[in-house]
């Protein structure tokens, strides 16, 4: 798990900032963001090139879906 922890900590911060932009939200980013590392790590060893761990086909991919997922659960909870 180093090599994960390694490559998370190179984007974290511009993780959050994607999330933000979706969820406009910081305790809703955080949870979106931790979701979707849970997912990226769970999958990590199935990444044939650990290079392109931050590219949008991995880690920010799972990120934006997560985030695009969150807002969709809200607006369907408000509208409720």
Excluded: M
């Excluded at 969820?23 to 949870?31: A, Q, R, S, V, W």
């Excluded at 979707?36 to 991995?58: D, G, I, P, Q, R």
Aim: glycine residues 2%; aromatic residues 12%; contains cysteine.
């Amino acid at each position: 798990y180093e090599l994960f922890e390694q490559k998370y900590k190179e984007c974290e911060k511009s993780l959050f900032l994607v999330a933000f932009a979706y969820l406009h939200n910081p305790e809703d980013t955080k949870d979106c963001v931790q979701e979707a590392v849970l997912s990226a790590l769970k999958s990590f060893n199935s990444l044939n090139n650990k290079e392109f761990f931050k590219t949008s086909n991995f880690i920010e991919g799972i990120l934006t879906n997560s985030s695009r997922k969150s807002v969709g659960d809200k607006l369907s909870n408000s509208i409720l």
